[in-house]
């Protein structure tokens, strides 16, 4: 495929001495294992656990929204589910879903790296991780919290019967694995390159992670601090945030979310990554405007910590703060357009295969630009004001978390399945289920920035008859993407055993990671690559690819099958 | 020996001990986050409620915060002599400074223990009983214990990690040349540095 390997025969299958799936067996191999492959399915396998325990709540919020009336939950259970699906979902799948997954498994491989520069350390966050998970159990098998995912004060630290403590030591256990995560990510990227992988050679997908480890290294610890706050004052009563003696609550909501707002591109940057992979190679073009793609990425990075008052529009902030936030929350936005932009025009004149992480990535255009656009509704003072603590927030971060961060997993799943298992998952069902995952999105949230407008508070288990079409619309669809999240986990698993067997480089694309065999060898590479070119080389420079003359249509990169 | 201390990724000592500093570097910029947090609690309170937070801040021991001082900032030069040493390849001296940085270590522990059964009896502890009328006061000792345990438990994390590499040495399991020694060093440094914050924000505010 590109000029860089043809001459270098690679084999599409590794020995099975080689195979880093086959090389050790037995569990103490998996447990013990420092192989960055290795511990990329371990923390799949984890987080796949977090998804089911943070989808089931959903499940139960959904449930009961079905009729006006409260039948199925009480209000403190309820508050206790979206509390538990909030924090699970945050916390345990998406901020740690697409890095410690994807960017495990194809970070070394994509920068011609035998491992993670620190691969002990990547083994140990692996089980702070774990260890974090049981204490979020245990959280919900000691009766749950009912404070919100957000913690507000002085809800949490002196009226809120629910086992806070306990849920603030699972986010900040888990706080530790992401933070030894990004410093080996960060420090892999420094320091690992291949030979001529300059810093604008590199993937974009590569550049993704570096942006949002970053993020995750100089945010998580403000998070940190802020539950360690609201746990002293709650277990010592000490006063911080205490307004009967002198504290100041509003202080916990500024630290929160100079945590939080950083925290949602913590959970979309890596999505950004993936679908600029995705969207390149099914298309079969240079990405448009790559050094834009990178600037825009560390724009988002730096100002995404300057935003953090648009959470706060309402909480009795001065009117001139208001204005600064809802300007700079406008400025934060023009770099996800210019991706977005740019992702659209990488598709103009290409030719354009809609296999299913195609499907995928197109889908979270789609959602991103509307989840996007609904951000900057929310970012103007005076619609933020009607808006505030609606469906209509709930929609537009699902829209973003939910429709991008989820489709964009699922999308780079599909694409490297494989890479990580070296077999094919079958296509047919793979679109069925993207184009489901899409509608069934769509009509679970959609009517929620309808219903939203119209004034329908979240957070309550029961509301007046007129939202009632709405809220069964949303069930509805919630159904759909219940079906549509689980047929990838069935066919996917179905695939390890039944899938076809996968070629070295079955889309014929371009990154590092696809000059090895599939599944790569225990130290990926049998000799180390050299790059001698920029990323995306799917047609000379300075030129569009052939228009006439396209290649054939070829399902699943045309293998025999 | 240099090969003992080569591990997986790596192609080279030289690259290995770089990464070794390099990532210590971006998890110190992490815990300068997690300190620059309580500190901006700490500053928004001050100017709050300046008369209480100096009126509080005139209860703290300087005494006892000033031999910290001066200790930690000692401990620091016999830690930076150590890694240095390692890294020339000086087995006694490494040895005898890092002994040296821990017993500098537990005496600051020690004198911190003192200060807090001093503060304790003083009913320097937010609550009821406290000793200063103005509720803002409290909030001051609030950081006060919030603060020093968080970095006398940063403290003590560094003393294990010393100890660990003084065993590691004493026994030969651990080659003088491991980049341990220097990013252990980097982790005692900026401990102390979390002090030299500390010190002036909790004993001389309101001395002045
Ligand atoms: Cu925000």
Request: proline share 6%; charged share 10%.
């Amino acid at each position: 495929m590109s000029g860089l390997t043809a001459e270098r025969a690679i084999p599409d299958r590794p020995g099975r001495a080689e195979n880093y799936l086959t090389a050790e067996t037995g569990l103490a191999s998996w447990l013990l294992t420092t192989d960055h492959k290795r511990i990329g399915l371990l923390y799949m396998a984890a987080i796949t656990v977090f998804f089911f325990l943070g989808g089931a709540a959903a499940f139960l919020l959904r449930l009961e929204l079905f009729t006006p009336e409260g039948d199925l939950l009480s209000a403190d259970s309820y508050n206790r589910a979206f509390t538990f699906h909030g924090v699970v979902m945050v916390w345990f799948f998406l901020i740690p879903s697409i890095p410690n997954i994807l960017g495990n498994f194809m970070l070394p491989l994509m920068i011609g790296a035998k491992d993670l520069a620190f691969p002990r350390l990547n083994l140990i966050s692996w089980y702070i991780f774990v260890a974090a998970g049981l204490i979020a159990v245990y959280t919900l098998v000691s009766g749950g919290v009912d404070t919100g995912w957000t913690f507000y004060t002085p809800l949490t630290t002196a009226f809120s019967n629910g086992n806070v403590l306990a849920a603030a030591a699972a986010v900040f256990v888990a706080g530790f694995s992401t933070i030894a995560t990004a410093v080996n990510f960060i420090a892999t990227v420094h320091l690992l390159r291949a030979p001529g992988l300059t810093w604008f050679r590199l993937p974009l997908f590569v550049w993704a992670i570096y942006a949002t480890s970053i993020v995750m290294v100089l945010a998580t610890p403000v998070l940190a601090m802020v539950l360690l706050l609201i746990s002293a004052e709650r277990a010592f009563g000490i006063p911080i945030f205490d307004p009967l003696r002198g504290g100041d609550p509003i202080l916990f909501q500024h630290l929160f979310w100079f945590y939080s707002h950083p925290a949602v591109y913590i959970m979309i940057l890596p999505s950004f990554g993936v679908i600029s992979e995705v969207v390149t190679c099914y298309a079969r073009r240079r990405v448009f405007g790559y050094s834009f793609m990178v600037y825009a990425l560390l724009w988002i990075a730096l100002v995404g910590f300057l935003v953090w008052g648009h959470h706060m529009f309402v909480s009795g902030q001065s009117l001139f703060a208001n204005l600064v936030f809802s300007f700079l929350s406008f400025v934060v936005a023009v770099p996800s357009a210019i991706k977005v932009f740019n992702w659209t025009a990488t598709l103009y004149r290409g030719q354009i295969v809609f296999d299913a992480p195609m499907i995928y990535a197109l889908g979270f255009i789609g959602l991103f630009t509307i989840g996007g656009l609904t951000g900057l509704f929310l970012a103007s003072v005076p619609v933020d004001i009607h808006v505030t603590d609606t469906y209509f927030v709930v929609a537009h971060f699902h829209y973003i978390m939910v429709g991008g961060a989820v489709s964009a997993l699922y999308g780079g799943l599909s694409y490297w399945w494989p890479k990580i298992t070296g077999r094919m998952y079958p296509e047919a069902w793979a679109r069925f289920a993207a184009v489901m995952m899409f509608f069934g999105f769509g009509f679970t949230f959609f009517p929620m920035f309808i219903m939203g407008f119209l004034g329908m508070p979240r957070r309550y288990h029961v509301y007046p008859q007129e939202f009632q079409v709405w809220h069964v619309l949303a069930s509805g669809g919630a159904l759909i993407l219940a079906v549509a999240y689980l047929l990838p986990m069935g066919y996917l698993a179905w695939s390890l055993i039944w899938g076809r067997r996968a070629i070295a480089n079955p889309w014929g694309a371009t990154g590092l990671e696809w000059q090895t065999s599939s599944p790569p060898p225990t130290e990926n590479f049998d000799t180390p690559p050299v790059v001698v070119q920029g990323p995306y080389n799917y047609h000379p420079e300075h030129e569009g690819p052939p228009a006439m003359d396209r290649e054939p249509h070829s399902p699943q990169g045309g293998q025999p099958v | 020996m240099s090969e003992a201390a080569l591990h997986k990724p790596w192609r080279s000592l030289r690259r290995q001990r770089e990464a070794a500093e390099f990532g210590l570097w971006v998890f110190l910029a992490s815990e300068v986050m997690f300190f620059a947090c309580a500190l901006t609690g700490y500053a928004v309170n001050r100017v709050l409620w300046p008369e209480a937070f100096a009126a509080a801040a005139r209860e703290t021991n300087v005494l006892y915060g000033t031999i910290n001082t001066g200790i930690l900032l000692t401990s620091s030069l016999t830690m930076a002599v150590a890694a240095e040493s390692a890294r020339a390849g000086l087995r006694r001296l490494t040895l005898v400074c890092l002994g040296v940085t821990i017993a500098f270590g537990l005496a600051f522990l020690m004198v911190k223990g003192l200060e807090y059964a001093e503060d304790i009896e003083k009913h320097l502890v937010p609550g009821p009983g406290f000793r200063l009328d103005q509720p803002a006061a409290q909030i001051f000792f609030a950081f006060y214990w919030l603060l020093t345990a968080v970095h006398a438990l940063h403290m003590t994390i560094g003393l294990c990690l010393v100890g660990t590499l003084l065993a590691q040495a004493w026994r030969g399991s651990r080659p003088l040349s491991s980049p341990a020694f220097e990013a252990a060093g980097l982790y005692w440094h900026f401990v102390d540095l979390v002090w030299i914050f500390l010190y002036p924000l909790l004993y001389l505010a309101g001395r002045s």
